[in-house]
């Protein structure tokens, strides 16, 4: 399995075999799934006060922040970040201030 369907179907990207008939915990393997393929193919999702790009700070410089869903480390240049592209994305959640974002976002 590629790393993006494996987090996708919840099975180990090596075997393709269920978490459970492993000694890895799901959770390490979706950070392992991450960590290889940077997030690529998820977009993330934005709430009503981040969804237009003019609504979210940017700085100047890009600084490295630490997911709060999955503790990747992650490249921004927003000023505001609390998830990553793909905890953002699985957890509905708007990727700059946690709060609540049904939609899926796009670029």
């Known amino acids: 399995l590629c790393p993006h369907c494996s987090d996708k179907e919840n099975r180990c990207v090596c ?6 008939s492993q000694d890895v915990q ?7 799934s991450r960590a290889v393929t940077g997030n690529l193919g998820v977009n993330p999702r934005y709430c009503c006060k981040h969804k237009e790009s003019h609504q ?10 630490y997911c ?6 992650v490249t921004s240049t927003y000023k505001e970040m609390t998830f990553c592209a ?8 708007c990727m ?8 899926a976002g796009s670029y």
């Open 15 to 20: 075997c393709g075999k269920p978490p459970e």
């Open 56 to 65: 979210r700070v940017k700085l100047v410089a890009a600084r490295t922040v």
């Open 68 to 73: 709060e869903g999955c503790s990747q480390a």
């Open 96 to 103: 700059l201030c946690g709060f609540a974002a049904p939609e």
């Open 26 to 32: 799901p959770s390490i393997q979706k950070q392992f």
């Open 86 to 93: 793909a905890c953002s994305d699985d957890q509905a959640k």
